[in-house]
Structure formats: structure tokens, C-alpha cells
């Protein structure tokens, strides 16, 4: 790995020191000064991989300096984290708006999201996925989305990833089936309300629905860049849902799409298990708070009797509850299970996303998830390839 560079500009001696001493554990070359002009200096000759300003300091502001960066082509692409001393979610909103990746508090409470920032944006580049063409034997890939506590942002992680799998396979054809029992949401999500889903589809006889039917039929969501299966829509259609059919809707979509994300939740039951075991990637939702962990233990508990092999498992912490919660290495500790992502607390980003029907990554394009997503879609598609090979 490429020993990498960090730049620390902050006027306070005790809190610069302390951050030093975090990166040179890291095996970071560390660069400090206490001056913002100065540290331009250092950042136009030595282009560090990341830089970690108080917004405080002394000789120039934080957004002036961001903004001289940004102006910069030798730093405009530069990853820069404000650690500051200033709660005002004013200031925290002008120094986003000024070009800063990250906006942290200096308090005990947002240390461990501090932390996941950090490992984020010193992280190796993943490897692009591969150009080649997809072999149409194998079938379209399965990448199965599920949590063990509602509220965990499954759904909207779904539908995002699925989005952003057209910047690494631009002519994959990807269609989302939202399998939600008893009431879907993903169709509220992308702005879906048309009357064909996944209980009237099943509906149908077997023979109307082949690879044509669904190739040609379902509807189409420009923005999203996938054609979507939409979940059932009220809890009366769900008791009449056809589950017979499921299997052949699902070999259906195989057939005719390279990539089917579906989206389980919490409604795990014997009627999902053989979507879960069929799985190329089955990507586990797990939220900072000890209730999802209790359960999520459970359900890893129960995947494994079923034979899933955790090789088949991403694991995703999503920070739904805000700035408190379990860092990350204990949420590994408790669940013995390495977490493959993880998505920084959003205030309520992801909720007016989803409430304008918007790809998080085109509502705020900026937003260090955006860039967290794209490397999602990026993974399971290196994970999916990797355990197709593996099978064969």
C-alpha cells in the first residue's frame, strides 16, 4: 500500500497533536502547521491525500482557504475534512458549500464518524470492474438486500446502488424487484405509481410472462437507470400474492437482465430463503444501535444454519441514528464479521432524496455517500463476479 500524506492545519497545539498521532498510526506522512496560509503552501508543493482543517484558524478563514483549494488545480480534487470547534450548523453549511468533503464537531460523540471518514478517504481505490462482456449462460447476477430491523435504510440503499451501477457497466441492463412483505416502499422512493407490480404480475400465466414480457414491459426509470418490479401495494393484495410464481419471475429476470437487485428488508420467511441462498451477494443492512446488532446476530445465526456462506455477505453499517450508536469496530467484534462499508450519519439528505423521488447521488452530488455508493455498486459487482467464478 501507498504510504499516504496528511495535511493538519489547526491552531490548537493540544487538538493537532492529537490527530498527528491517529495518522502516524495509520503509517501516514503527517504535515502540520497552525497557520492556513502556510498550510496552502504545503499543499500546493507536497499534494497531500488528504487534509484536515479547523475552520478556526487564525490567519484566514476556513472557507477562504477551501475555496482558494478548490480554485487550484493541484488540490481542487483534494479530500478536505473540517474539524471544528464551531456547533453553528450555519458554519457547518458555509464550509460545506465552500468545498469541504466532511463537517465534524470536535466532541467525544463524533469521534468514531470522524474515524470512519478518515479510513474512507485513505482507502485504496478499488479495482475498476472489469469491461468484458457478460456471459448471458450464467444469468443475471443477484444482489440480495436485507436488514434485521426495520428502519435500517435497506430500501434506500437498494435502489442507490442499483443506480449507480451504470457508472461501471454503462449497457448493464438492472432491474430492481422490491420483495417487501406486506407493503413495498421502493416504488415511493424512485416515484413509481403505476399499477403494475409484483403481486399482479404473478397474476398472470406463467407463459405471458417471459423474457419479452420483461424485457419490454417494465417500467422504465431514466433517472434511476433501472427498470423497476414494484412491491405490493397494500397489505389485502399481499395475502392473495401468488408465491407459487416468485421462483419462475425470479429465473425470468435472470434470463433477461445482467444485474437483479432485490430488496427483502426485514421480511425474512420461507417464502425469501431461496432468494437469499441463490444469491450472488447478499447485502446485510446493519444500523449503529444495539437492537440491530442484537438482531442482526440472529439473523447471521440463522443464514448460516441455512448454509449461506459468509463469503457471499456485505456487510454495510448504515448510521441511520445520528452521530450516536456503535463505532464500527465494535459492531465487527459483536456480530464476528467484517464490515465492508459504511455510510456516514446524512441528517436528513437521505429522507429529501427520497421524498423528491432524486438519486442521492444526483440531489447532492457532492456528498462523500454519493462517492460512498459508487464504490457499493463497484464491490458487489467485483464480489458477484468473484463468487460466480468460485461456482463454477
Avoid at 499534494?47 to 477562504?64: A, F, K, Q, R, Y
Avoid at 406486506?182 to 416504488?187: L, M
Avoid at 417500467?219 to 395475502?239: C, H, I, N, Y
Wanted: aromatic share 6%; proline share 6%; net charge negative.
Amino acid at each position: 500500500m501507498t504510504k499516504k500524506t496528511v495535511l493538519i492545519m489547526d491552531g490548537d497545539t493540544a487538538s493537532r497533536n492529537f490527530m498527528a498521532r491517529i495518522f502516524i498510526q495509520k503509517q501516514c506522512h503527517v504535515l502540520e502547521t497552525s497557520l492556513g496560509m502556510e498550510g496552502l503552501a504545503f499543499a500546493w508543493r507536497d499534494h497531500p491525500d488528504l487534509i484536515l482543517v479547523d475552520p478556526n484558524i487564525t490567519d484566514l478563514s476556513g472557507e477562504e482557504l477551501l475555496r482558494k483549494l478548490r480554485a487550484d488545480a493541484r488540490t481542487a480534487s483534494v479530500p478536505a475534512i473540517a474539524l471544528s470547534s464551531d456547533p453553528n450548523p450555519l458554519r457547518k453549511k458555509a464550509c460545506r458549500e465552500a468545498g469541504f468533503n466532511e463537517y465534524f464537531y470536535k466532541s467525544e460523540e463524533e469521534v468514531p464518524l470522524l474515524m470512519d471518514a478518515i479510513d474512507l478517504w485513505l482507502r485504496e481505490p478499488a479495482e475498476p470492474p472489469s469491461e468484458e462482456p457478460m456471459d448471458e449462460n450464467k444469468g443475471g447476477q443477484l444482489i440480495v438486500f436485507l436488514s434485521a430491523k426495520g428502519g435500517s435504510g435497506s430500501s434506500s440503499l437498494c435502489a442507490n446502488v442499483a443506480m449507480n451501477i451504470f457508472q461501471h457497466k454503462p449497457k448493464a441492463r438492472v432491474v430492481v424487484l422490491d420483495s417487501v412483505l406486506p407493503i413495498g416502499s421502493i416504488a415511493f422512493i424512485v416515484g413509481y405509481d403505476g399499477l403494475m407490480n409484483l403481486s399482479t404480475i404473478a397474476a398472470l400465466p406463467p407463459e405471458e410472462t417471459n423474457e419479452t414480457f420483461f424485457r419490454e414491459n417494465l417500467p422504465e426509470l431514466p433517472a434511476w437507470q433501472f427498470r423497476l418490479l414494484a412491491g405490493v401495494s397494500d397489505p389485502e393484495k399481499t395475502s392473495n400474492l401468488n408465491i407459487n410464481r416468485i421462483g419462475q419471475i425470479i429465473q425470468m429476470l435472470k434470463a433477461t437482465y445482467d444485474y437483479i437487485f432485490i430488496d427483502i428488508g426485514r421480511s425474512l420467511s420461507q417464502i425469501i430463503l431461496p432468494l437469499i441462498r441463490q444469491a450472488d451477494v447478499v447485502a446485510l443492512v446493519v444500523s449503529a444501535d444495539m437492537v440491530s446488532i442484537v438482531l442482526t446476530r440472529v439473523i447471521l445465526g440463522y443464514l448460516q444454519e441455512k448454509g449461506l456462506p459468509p463469503y457471499r455477505i456485505y456487510a454495510i453499517l448504515n448510521r441511520v441514528v445520528g452521530f450516536e450508536g456503535v463505532s464500527k469496530s465494535e459492531v465487527e467484534n459483536l456480530l464476528g464479521l467484517s464490515i465492508q462499508n459504511t455510510v456516514p450519519y446524512l441528517g436528513g439528505n437521505f429522507s429529501l432524496a427520497n421524498n423528491q423521488h432524486i438519486p442521492l447521488a444526483l440531489k447532492f452530488p457532492g456528498d462523500t455517500t454519493a462517492m460512498i455508493l459508487k464504490e457499493m455498486a463497484s464491490q458487489m459487482i467485483g464480489m458477484a463476479d468473484r463468487v460466480r467464478a468460485e461456482s463454477q
